[in-house]
């Protein structure tokens, strides 16, 4: 060895990355086969005939029926049509909404900023939230210690509508702080994220807090109180990345918080984004672009929990040694 | 100038109405080496950790007198026991695979004392770091400091957790059980380890359980029980000619050579301690109860028991003895048929019993009852101890009630312990529930898998004794696993030594012990800390 | 392929959030062939056995929950006026003594309606709950007990399933069966299913391998009597905390499944399309969206504090 890091070697190969990695992202793949293959599912399940159940609310003429049936290859048997959606798929040719007349990959991209942007600043809001929370009450046995619990267990209870139902009472109308509805600049971000990013600081300040709590009486903290180190490097050093862990394996689940909370969130706060394309299609049976939706949540579930996986190797050298 | 001048210590935890330490003096002068030995729940670790301020939250410490280097400690602050640990007394803890963060390498654990206290340069550390790691014995130095502690073995984990205690030079370290989940000869290399330190100057304050171990090295002894200090002097005399009768209690407990077929559970009288003789057993040297032929175990492709042969006669105690990954616990699975050899064959009372199918085992199951080191994991855990003892029983449930007490009787258990649940019970209570469910269906062979290991000293002179009033009164031959050479010596009438899945060496206790003829069974017995007592 | 999958990770993770998160307390791959390493006697302090009193969170918890039951079981009990009642004279009237909680934008007494709304969300809470308990432990058993080609595609199932955001999945079910009370039922317990089946996986692989069954097959127990005596009952063990921290996130679904207007229609007096009814009035009437906000935080809220409870004492934490 050349160089010498007491920190950590660098190589993935030489770490054992490898191997986890290609396994995580064919687990990966097997996902998204399985999402396809329940949206298709549902479509059939839907009752009455494809085409109209297509169709839906759109307009329904003859030549519009049968360039359904071309396209879905409904004139030909369903392993076949399953085939030729799949490959569809592949090519990143999601289908055609036939009530919003257009393809539903359009309307997906043209609807995804808002959301993300949503999403993003309500995971801010909630891991500061949680950690501000966790590391300034962990370990203290006091009231605030207490408080702090009763204002988490409350956060994760609500459910984001109701949140943000709330926030607008207060912070709208009577305090007239922020706006109270539409996608106009930060200030209207501000309640709608706090809204859907209050149940995840619930969630996560609690996890944080137990793992600080348990790292902190385990012996190896003893032994790094023994060598004269202060509590807050204790806590920054050593605590924090064991509270990490259990953290992190939530990661996926906060995803699913976040995509499906935005919907009502958006609806609540009348924002555009994809909850409201979600929620028009699914009232209005629109199955082209709920199935594309489901295939979006999928896709996204999958990069995360990738990218999970990969820090759980980052954090815990113990686990990577390939099995 | 003493290091530590402690008077009348005493912690109390209040909330969980708990006084762990009353009324402890205890002094260190520089170099020297004071050991506090006792039970568990003695007090000991809490006397230790209070002296570096570690108490822990929820802990009064009031003293009469309490000065570290001349300074009155009751005055500290949080930062002036900052500035103490790690520079002026190190800690080490049992166990480095979970006294040291998992986390982190190795290195940067002993870079973290140099950095809290300065001791050098930033740029230094590195180089210090490896330093240290060569000074306490870890060969490649550069490549252990980059590891993580689950890489090491339990020795070099040791040694690096006493790197980083020693890492900012402190006059005085502070060793609680530092070698008791070691095997043997690991822990002679890190006791040697640690006196070296002690030559070099350093003071050292030992905690331990095990006399033994503590008698090697200490100047002075405090013998501790429940949060008082009972004995206290020099290490020759505390042993040799101890004055208290707790102390006596716990040197007669010790199970070695010389208390072969005498109680361990002596009870001290008048300041003397006769060694009360075990009821006579008798082996009938006919037609072996088990016997294991060329038995050959492997868990994937990794054998873990290779060629294994031993025989047992009623009413003998065979002795299996061997470091961690010896395959000797593969041996008492292979011997309770729980495992498939793939090789060898066992014999249960001269018929086959290893190959069998479960369905042909089963009713002779009665015959080989087991008892394990955790007798926890063996409870189902929504059992009372009173449904655990009487499953085993047939006929209906409630005609089984008068047995069960019977049961309890006699591995000393009040009868009203049936309706407890056993995580209400002491680790020697547990034990004694599980020795009782074992003995229900009236086995003739008991295979005990580390029986007593968990137990503190006197408790297991208590469970030994037990065990070898049952052997004499039913004749039940016993498979006695153990790690304990001097456990093993005490009860055994034959023992095999095992290593890496093979028999090193077998044939009757005296001989293999006091004349062993291989190389390994020498080093095990040359790591083994003697006791000179007298008793 | 997820990380509550079956690394080890997962095993550390062994407290979930109040809410019901998909839980991974997954068997450990055990490492044979190794002797157990010599235990330690434990140098722990005497210890008298601590009392854990009762706390007063825990009681205004299960009061607060008696209270919700008797409401659903028999609202007439809490609230003589007729919910559906309209009174079109007081309507948005505030708190007053004649309505405690004030009236709604027809009129409508909105105690009487949160009190007859209770049914609504526990009920439809409970069936999801029990239909995804009974499923989850059938699929998660047989996963657990069977061989790995049967395992393997029943877990990654399991895993898909739990990886779905829920209010999608639950929303995908609902576009295919349209609303209603029945519907939304089925769909929040599909999306608990997983929850319960892996968490049953988990501990099946837990008891099978634990030391006392191993000791019962030494006691010559045949393999039925085995299974019915020590593996069924402990492997049952931690469904009263999943199911019942599971009802706090199903009545968080139900109340945002019927909000979007796909759970049971108006004019029934579900907590969630009370509020979805009431947002339009949120600046005239706080009112008649504050109650119903707070019952269903405060059902949500004691049923989680009562499940860490039962969690607690579950793992032995508690005498």
Known sequence: MSTLTLTRRRGLAAAGWIGPVVRRLGAGLVVLWVAATAAYVALLLVPGDTVDVLIADGVDTPQRRAQIITEWGLDRPIPHQYGDYLLRLLHGDLGRSYVLQRDVAEILSSQIWPTVRLALTAAAFGVVIALVLALTTAGRRSWTTGLAGFSELTAASIPPFLAGLLLLAVFSFTLGWFPVSGDRGF???????????LQIAGALGQVLREGLERALEEPFAVTARSRGITEWRLVARHALRHALLPAVTLTGWFVGVLLGGAIVVEAVFGRPGLGQITLGAVTGKDMPVVMAVIMFAAAIYVTVSTLVDLAYLAIDPRLRRSR | MSLIEVEDLRVTFPKAGVEAVRGVSLSIAEGECVAIVGESGSGKSVTARTLVGLTGQGATVTASRFDVRG???????????????????????????????????????????????????????????????????????????????????????????????????????????????????????????????????????????????????????????????????????????????????LLAAVPSAASRGTRLSAIATGGV??????????????????????????????????????????????????????????????????????????????????????????????????????????????????????????????????????????????????????????????????????????????????????????????????????????????????????????????????????????????????????????????????????? | ?????????????????????????????????????????????????????????????????????????????????????????????PPSAQHWFGTDHLGRDVLSRVVHGAGYSLGIGAAAILFAAVLGTVLGALAGLSPRYVDEPLSRLFDVLASFPELLLAMLVISVTGPGAGNVILAIGLVQLPNYARVIRGQTFVVRRSGYVEQAVTLGLRRPTLVVRHVLPNILGPLPVLATIGMGTAIIATSGLSFLGMGPQPPDPEWGSMLAEARNYLRVAWWSVLFPGLFVTLTVVSLTAVGRRLQRRFEGRLP
Request: contains cysteine; proline residues 8%; aromatic residues 4%.
């Open chain 1, 187 to 197: 200030a209207s971000l501000v309640l709608p994220a706090l809204a859907l990013g």
């Open chain 2, 71 to 249: 300074r009155d400690a009751r005055r500290f602050g949080p930062r002036d026991w900052r500035r103490l640990r790690g520079r002026f007394a190190g800690l080490v803890l049992q166990d480095a695979l979970v006294s040291l963060d998992p986390l982190r390498t190795v290195g940067a654990e002993i870079a973290e004392v140099l950095a809290a206290h300065d001791v050098v340069p930033r740029a230094g550390r590195t180089e210090k770091v490896l330093e240290l790691l060569d000074a306490v014995g870890v060969p490649e130095p550069e490549l252990r400091a980059a590891q993580y502690p689950h890489q090491l073995s339990g020795g070099l984990r040791q040694r690096a957790l006493i790197a980083s205690a020693i890492a900012a030079d402190p006059p005085l370290l502070i060793a609680d059980e530092p070698t008791t989940a070691l095997d043997v000869t690991v822990q002679a290399q890190i006791l040697r380890l640690l006196a070296a330190r002690r030559a070099e100057g350093t003071a050292l304050l030992m905690i331990s359980h095990d006399l033994a171990v503590v008698s090697s090295i200490a100047d002075r002894v405090l013998v501790m029980k429940d949060g008082v200090v009972v004995e206290e002097g020099p290490t020759n005399r505390v042993l040799s000619a101890p004055e208290r009768d707790y102390t006596r209690l």
């Open chain 2, 273 to 535: 301690s006769l060694r009360a003789p075990l009821p006579e057993r008798r082996i009938d040297h006919g037609s072996p109860v088990v016997e294991a032929r060329g038995l050959t175990a492997e868990y994937g492709r990794r054998r873990v028991v290779d060629d294994v042969s031993f025989e047992v006669h009623p009413g003998e105690t065979v002795g299996i003895v061997g470091e961690s990954g010896s395959g000797k616990t593969t041996v008492a699975r292979l011997v309770m048929g729980l495992m498939k050899p793939v090789a060898g064959q066992v014999w249960l009372d001269g018929s086959p019993w290893s190959g069998l199918p479960e369905r042909e085992r089963r009713p002779r199951r009665s015959v080989i009852q087991v008892i394990s080191q955790n007798p926890l994991d063996s409870f189902d855990p929504r059992y009372t101890v009173g449904r655990l003892v009487a499953e085993p029983l047939g006929g209906p449930w409630k005609s089984r009630a008068a047995r069960v007490a019977e049961l309890l009787e006699r591995v000393g258990l009040p009868a009203d312990l049936a309706g407890r649940h056993p995580r209400g019970l002491s680790g020697g209570q547990r034990q004694r529930v599980a020795i009782a469910r074992a003995l229900a269906p009236r086995p003739r062979v008991l295979v005990c898998d580390e029986p007593v290991s968990a137990l503190d000293v006197s408790v297991q002179a208590q469970v030994l004794d037990l065990l070898g009033e049952i052997q004499a009164a039913d004749g039940t031959a016993l498979i006695f696993i153990s790690h304990d050479l001097g456990v093993v010596h005490h009860i055994s009438d034959r023992v095999v030594v095992m290593r890496e899945g093979r028999v090193v060496e077998d044939g009757h206790v005296d001989e293999v012990f006091f004349l062993p003829k291989h190389e390994y069974t020498k080093e095990l017995l040359g790591a083994v800390p003697k006791l000179a007592t007298t008793l």
């Open chain 3, 1 to 93: 392929m997820t990380v509550s999958d079956r690394e080890p990770a997962s095993e550390r993770s062994d407290r979930e959030p109040a809410v019901a998160v998909p839980p991974a307390r997954l068997a450990a791959d055990d490492e044979p062939g190794l002797d157990p390493v010599p235990a330690v006697p434990p140098a722990a302090p005497r210890t008298v056995p601590r009392r854990y009193g009762v706390r007063p969170g825990q009681v205004v918890a299960l009061l607060f929950l008696a209270v919700i039951a008797v409401a659903a079981l028999a609202p007439g009990l809490l609230s003589g006026a007729d919910p559906l009642a309209a009174d079109p004279l007081h309507a948005l009237a």
